[in-house]
């Protein structure tokens, strides 16, 4: 099956199947969503649910973080995974938000990654997320569930994934197709045990044709 026949096919049936696909992290703003999406690397979004109530309830702010100690986040955040970078990341992140942007999150990649703890893959998240950005975030989940499905090929990292991926997929779609192939790998093609049986796309899986 060529590429772009094999992307047709499995995002058509993502559309059909999977017409609500959004994150799982609880926000509601720019900054709230930012300090969430850094919080969950290597990290699941249901523990950092549990945590950020009382982090934002305490600093709903950037301005308010940055006058924070990383002592003080790391309080409401020591039950996600390195606790102690991510709390002096968060304090840092605040500081250069008030600043340099005037405590207002970037709505671009390059500004966002100046900021101290933010990757590109957190940048693409915010930017696909709040502005509906064409920028495709690369986890583990997407760089399993790429390869299994065929939509990528001998990727090495996640920029050869993410570069591959926006090659096909329009524009205009892809912050919900980041989410359709986040979702599809972590409640069905999961890593140690995928789901075959429950997955509508076996016809198009290379991983599921090669077993």
């Known amino acids: 099956m060529l590429k772009a026949d094999r992307f047709k096919h499995i995002l058509a049936w993502f559309a059909e199947n999977m017409p609500v696909a959004e994150s799982e992290l609880h926000y509601s703003n720019p900054f709230e969503l930012l300090v969430a999406v850094m919080l969950s690397a290597q990290c699941t979004d249901k523990r950092v649910n549990l945590v950020t109530p ?39 992140m605040a500081q ?6 005037g405590g207002q ?42 390869e299994r499905l065929g939509l990528t090929t001998n990727s090495k990292n996640p920029l050869q994934t993410e570069k591959q991926l926006v090659k096909y997929i329009p524009a205009d779609i892809i912050p919900k197709a980041h989410h359709w192939l986040l979702l599809h790998g972590r409640y069905i093609c999961q890593a140690r045990r995928p789901k075959c049986d429950q997955c509508g796309l076996q016809a198009y899986c290379r991983y599921f044709n090669q077993k």
Not at 96 to 101: D, N, S
Not at 117 to 146: E, L, Y
């Open 105 to 146: 999150v970037p709505d671009n990649i390059d500004d966002l990654q100046t900021l101290q703890g933010v990757g590109r893959k957190t940048a693409n998240v915010v930017c696909a997320v709040i502005w509906n950005q064409p920028t495709m975030a690369v986890d583990t989940h997407i760089f399993r569930v790429s």
């Open 54 to 92: 009382a982090l934002f309830a305490a600093y709903p702010t950037a301005e308010a973080m940055a006058r924070a100690t990383s002592d003080d986040v790391f309080a409401y955040v020591q039950s996600v995974s390195y606790p102690r970078s991510k709390a002096e990341h968060l304090v840092q």
């Open 96 to 101: 250069r938000l008030v600043e340099v942007y």
